[in-house]
């Protein structure tokens, strides 16, 4: 029953957090520790009526988490494989890949530590294992709490879409970017619907390689496909998301102060986009549209590290002792 009440009190904590303001991520760690404790209540129930059973099952998921591990590796690595072929050498393309390779190097270096007994080696080993659990931890709770926020409906009747950029192939919209304005223009097309008449905010400067600001390409590309030239506004001078949002809420304040409005972005980045929308304080929600498979390991990769590293000195300094601690055993 215990287990049951703490994570009624972790529910909790999360609710109030979730309805306070959606876009904090630290909210997945309160649901995953209620989950992780709503698990174990189940087990301890279980195992009053069936200890066999339950310890079968307990079993089960320990057996688990090396093979997903391994499974993991193996997924990881091919993936990156498909990210080299379809979309170049790029460091970014390189994450799903570097990490697939990592554990398998990982687990390598340990079963050589330990079968030789390598003192220092071993003692490597167990640091960075301690760091590898915080931060495959964090990682766990961004994906649940991703999910979470992605799948949960957010409010309509809103003043303004923005569409966010992600980059142009000379003047041509690329797939990744015609997700996006075609959601948004989902959207638009349905606060139409409804009577509304919301506007549409093209957000994007001019990049290495680009023709044209990618959001005078975006407004084309909506154009095109049947949006009022008159119902989109441009901000036009934007280079990373802090600035699409900053610039953005700047046009929108102008046109209407007290404005609510809604993010499109890909599903991948939805909840780093929420995460600045927020730090902004841009009031509006992050909703996702569609990205090929074989993309979404690398991109959801190097979006975990931009949240990490938002953290960089609480993360950081945690890593560090954790580090440090995991050298002390087995160095003593």
Same mark, same amino acid.
């Given at each position: 029953?215990?287990?049951?009440?703490?994570?009624?009190?972790?529910?909790?904590?999360?609710?109030?957090?979730?309805?306070?303001?959606?876009?904090?991520?630290?909210?997945?760690?309160?649901?995953?520790?209620?989950?992780?404790?709503?698990?174990?209540?189940?087990?301890?129930?279980?195992?009053?009526?069936?200890?066999?059973?339950?310890?079968?099952?307990?079993?089960?998921? %320990?057996? &688990?988490?090396?093979?997903? %591990?391994?499974?993991?590796?193996?997924?990881?690595?091919?993936?990156?494989?498909?990210?080299?072929?379809?979309?170049?050498?790029?460091?970014?393309?390189?994450?799903? &890949?570097?990490?697939?390779?990592?554990?398998?190097?990982?687990?390598?270096?340990?079963?050589?530590?330990?079968?030789?007994?390598?003192?220092?080696?071993?003692?490597?080993?167990?640091?960075?294992?301690?760091?590898?659990?915080?931060?495959?931890?964090?990682?766990?709770?961004?994906?649940?709490?991703?999910?979470?926020?992605?799948?949960?409906?957010?409010?309509?009747?809103?003043?303004?879409?923005? *569409?966010?950029?992600?980059?142009?192939?000379?003047?041509?919209?690329?797939?990744?970017?015609?997700?996006?304005?075609?959601?948004?223009?989902?959207?638009?097309?349905?606060?139409?619907?409804?009577?509304?008449?919301?506007?549409?905010?093209?957000?994007?400067?001019?990049?290495?390689?680009?023709?044209?600001?990618?959001?005078?390409?975006?407004?084309?590309?909506?154009?095109?496909?049947? %949006?009022?030239?008159?119902?989109?506004?441009?901000?036009?001078?934007?280079?990373?998301?802090?600035?699409?949002?900053?610039?953005?809420?700047?046009?929108?304040?102008?046109?209407?102060?007290?404005?609510?409005?809604?993010?499109?972005?890909?599903?991948?980045?939805?909840?780093?986009?929420?995460?600045?929308?927020?730090?902004?304080?841009?009031?509006?929600? *992050?909703?996702?549209?569609?990205?090929?498979?074989?993309?979404?390991?690398?991109?959801?990769?190097?979006?975990?590290?931009?949240?990490?590293?938002?953290?960089? %000195?609480?993360?950081?300094?945690?890593?560090?002792?954790?580090?440090?601690?995991?050298?002390?055993?087995?160095?003593?």
């Amino acid at each position: 029953m215990l287990f049951f009440v703490i994570a009624a009190v972790l529910f909790g904590i999360f609710l109030i957090g979730f309805i306070r303001d959606r876009r904090r991520v630290r909210n997945g760690v309160y649901l995953f520790f209620c989950l992780m404790f709503v698990i174990a209540g189940l087990l301890f129930e279980l195992a009053m009526i069936n200890q066999v059973a339950a310890a079968l099952i307990l079993a089960g998921l %320990v057996i &688990l988490v090396p093979v997903t %591990v391994l499974v993991l590796a193996g997924f990881l690595i091919a993936n990156g494989i498909t990210m080299l072929r379809r979309e170049g050498r790029r460091v970014a393309n390189l994450l799903s &890949l570097a990490a697939g390779l990592g554990i398998i190097g990982l687990i390598v270096l340990s079963f050589l530590a330990n079968y030789f007994q390598v003192k220092p080696a071993m003692a490597f080993v167990n640091a960075v294992n301690s760091v590898l659990f915080y931060v495959s931890f964090l990682f766990v709770c961004f994906l649940l709490y991703s999910f979470v926020y992605g799948k949960f409906p957010h409010k309509t009747d809103v003043d303004f879409i923005v *569409v966010l950029g992600s980059g142009l192939f000379g003047s041509k919209v690329p797939p990744l970017l015609a997700s996006r304005l075609d959601r948004g223009r989902a959207v638009f097309d349905a606060e139409r619907a409804r009577g509304r008449q919301p506007l549409l905010v093209t957000s994007g400067g001019q990049g290495p390689g680009e023709d044209l600001p990618e959001a005078r390409a975006m407004a084309d590309y909506l154009i095109e496909r049947g %949006v009022p030239a008159e119902q989109i506004l441009v901000e036009d001078q934007s280079r990373t998301t802090d600035q699409n949002l900053r610039f953005s809420k700047a046009i929108m304040e102008q046109s209407k102060p007290d404005f609510r409005c809604l993010v499109v972005t890909n599903n991948f980045h939805v909840m780093r986009a929420a995460r600045i929308t927020r730090a902004e304080k841009v009031n509006g929600q *992050v909703i996702g549209s569609p990205t090929a498979r074989y993309y979404w390991p690398s991109a959801t990769i190097r979006e975990f590290v931009a949240v990490f590293l938002s953290h960089k %000195v609480i993360n950081g300094g945690i890593c560090v002792l954790l580090f440090l601690g995991g050298l002390t055993p087995a160095s003593s």
